[in-house]
């Protein structure tokens, strides 16, 4: 059994999110345990996979937002072009420079594709966020009842389906810095050892 979640799924992005081993002292509950930490495991990776792209679409929005506002205030045709102080002495020269940076950003931001980007990301957020809760009922209904229905089971392999899904659309590769902080995130709102293990 692996003792850890995958994030990014094309990037081979590794977070390291261990769950207790559980003990295996007869085949029911044997089973019953591999089956368990594998929603466990999906649980725990379908939230840091949701805050990862919390933060990404967050970071991605300020950057297009301040392209465009960059892109507004610097074009030749912006109300700020016109002012007067641009028409005196040293301004004349610091209103190219700047009219010319924001001619490059104006050049930038389409091949960034920041729109895109965020669209993307949004909808992973949404799909990692859904898939969460999921997982989340899923797992209360187990520690309810001590056991793992058939039913609960079924709505397990729906989220898994869908877990593939998301995967394949994953697009980034957060730095180790970042895996380790969203790490510590993860094992402070689902502690491993608040899951239920027979």
Same mark, same amino acid.
Do not use: C
């Given at each position: 059994?692996s003792?850890?979640?995958?994030?990014?799924?094309?990037?081979g992005?590794?977070?390291?999110?261990?769950?207790?081993?559980?003990?295996v002292?007869?085949?029911? %509950?044997?089973?019953?345990a591999i089956?368990?930490k594998?929603? =466990?495991?999906? =649980?725990?990776?379908?939230?840091?996979? &949701?805050? =990862?792209?919390? &933060?990404r679409? &967050?970071?991605?929005?300020?950057w297009?937002?301040?392209f465009d /506002?960059t892109i507004?205030?610097?074009a030749?045709?912006?109300?700020? #072009?016109?002012?007067?102080?641009?028409?005196?002495?040293s301004?004349? +020269?610091?209103?190219?420079?700047?009219?010319?940076?924001?001619? /490059?950003?104006?050049i930038?931001?389409p091949?960034?594709?920041?729109?895109d !980007?965020v669209?993307?990301a949004? &909808?992973? %957020?949404?799909? =990692?966020?859904?898939?969460?809760?999921?997982l989340?009922?899923?797992?209360?209904?187990?520690?309810a009842?001590?056991?793992?229905?058939?039913?609960n089971?079924e709505?397990y392999?729906? #989220?898994?389906?869908?877990?593939?899904?998301?995967?394949? %659309?994953?697009?980034? +590769?957060p730095?180790? #810095?970042r895996? %380790?902080?969203?790490? !510590?995130?993860? +094992?402070?709102?689902?502690?491993?050892?608040?899951?239920?293990?027979?």
């Open positions: 059994m003792d850890s979640v995958q994030v990014g799924g094309n990037s992005a590794v977070a390291n999110l261990p769950l207790r081993q559980p003990s002292p007869e085949d029911g %509950k044997a089973r019953l089956q368990l594998s929603i =466990y495991d999906d =649980y725990r990776t379908a939230l840091f996979n &949701e805050l =990862y792209y919390s &933060e679409v &967050e970071m991605l929005d300020r297009r937002l301040a /506002i507004a205030l610097l030749t045709t912006s109300p700020v #072009a016109g002012w007067a102080v641009w028409k005196h002495g301004y004349i +020269n610091l209103w190219a420079a700047l009219a010319g940076f924001g001619a /490059i950003i104006a930038i931001a091949l960034l594709k920041l729109t !980007r669209k993307s949004s &909808e992973l %957020k949404t799909g =990692y966020t859904l898939l969460f809760f999921d989340r009922a899923i797992t209360q209904d187990v520690l009842s001590r056991d793992l229905s058939q039913i089971l709505l392999k729906a #989220a898994g389906k869908r877990m593939g899904e998301l995967t394949a %659309k994953d697009d980034s +590769n730095s180790s #810095a895996k %380790k902080e969203l790490q !510590r995130r993860v +094992n402070a709102q689902l502690p491993p050892s608040s899951l239920w293990m027979p």
